[in-house]
């Protein structure tokens, strides 16, 4: 399997903007001062192996948008602001010739999970097919409120591409786009599901906009289980321990120390953070990815190092 992220932010996108590209460079004009950069591959290998991700990259801003490959057809997990640029890369692999299917599992139907669709210029095209897995039963009316008077001019229905949904029960297993899915309910204002895929002996577990008490984190706790031996955890890590804790309880998502604890516990091999709180800068998550590894260093209980990455728009994760 491969997780290949189009969107990581939470609850909006969050553009780039002019002040902080060029902030970016000019912190890499000052890191270069003095440096012999003869040429181009001079100039790549200083950024490369010189600059941190902060500023040679960003996380991006899109909203939440994950394709998983490794199935049959096209898998994709949520449909935030990123899927317009999955559409993009469809439209210039396959064109409007080639029909395609794409299997989308919906964490659950607030705007900056939903917002993609209206831009996915695949769903335009006669002859492909968008079927919309989750545990909603208000799927299509979400997607149809989104796209009428007076919010936007394309009416739902206009949409070329045949669309299906198909409701998922919590705790069953799916066999779906060559993969076994498993979904699962999660603590979120009007409810949020994750799901588990597994395929070939591996297991890749999307679970964002779900809140995980700290006091309930256990061995019996019904996620550890969820997220058992996971090769990789794709987790809500939106909020810092002290937020999720305090100002931020109950609004329906978790923290970067949480996920750690839960990975430990449930024997997780890679950890993804996601669904970024979209205050936090380039600078502030590379500082929350460093202090989180610090973190899982000092909690490890003498089994693996479980690894951490933060989840960034272009990000590819093997499995």
């Not at 602001?81 to 993009?88: A, H, N, Q, T, V």
Request: glycine share 10%; charged share 25%.
């Amino acid at each position: 399997m491969l997780a290949r992220f189009w969107g990581t932010r939470g609850s909006l996108p969050t553009p780039l903007g002019a002040a902080a590209v060029r902030l970016k460079v000019r912190e890499a004009l000052l890191a270069a001062r003095g440096r012999a950069l003869e040429n181009a591959a001079d100039i790549d290998a200083f950024i490369d192996r010189e600059l941190p991700f902060s500023v040679r990259g960003t996380f991006g801003g899109n909203s939440s948008c994950v394709q998983i490959e490794g199935g049959d057809g096209h898998v994709v997990c949520d449909m935030g602001s990123g899927l317009r640029e999955f559409g993009i890369r469809m439209m210039t692999q396959f064109g409007p010739a080639k029909p395609q299917t794409y299997n989308i599992f919906l964490s659950h139907v607030h705007w900056d999970h939903i917002m993609g669709l209206p831009f996915f210029t695949p769903a335009y095209i006669p002859g492909n097919v968008l079927r919309i897995h989750g545990g909603h039963k208000t799927m299509r009316e979400a997607l149809l409120r989104q796209q009428s008077d007076p919010c936007f001019p394309v009416h739902f229905e206009k949409l070329g591409a045949k669309i299906e949904f198909i409701e998922l029960e919590p705790g069953r297993e799916y066999d779906i786009a060559g993969f076994k899915v498993r979904p699962i309910l999660q603590h979120h204002h009007g409810d949020s599901y994750g799901y588990r895929f597994m395929r070939d002996g591996k297991a890749l577990v999307y679970s964002t906009d779900c809140e995980h008490k700290f006091e309930a984190l256990g061995p019996d706790y019904p996620f550890v289980d969820f997220f058992r031996d996971a090769d990789l955890l794709i987790f809500d890590s939106m909020y810092s321990f002290a937020e999720a804790i305090s100002v931020k309880e109950d609004w329906g998502h978790s923290s970067n120390m949480v996920a750690v604890e839960l990975a430990h516990l449930a024997g997780v091999k890679h950890l993804a953070l996601y669904h970024h709180e979209p205050v936090y800068d380039d600078r502030m998550l590379e500082t929350v990815l460093g202090e989180t590894i610090r973190f899982e260093e000092l909690s490890r209980d003498n089994g693996p190092a479980l690894r951490v990455s933060s989840a960034y728009d272009g990000l590819e994760i093997a499995v």
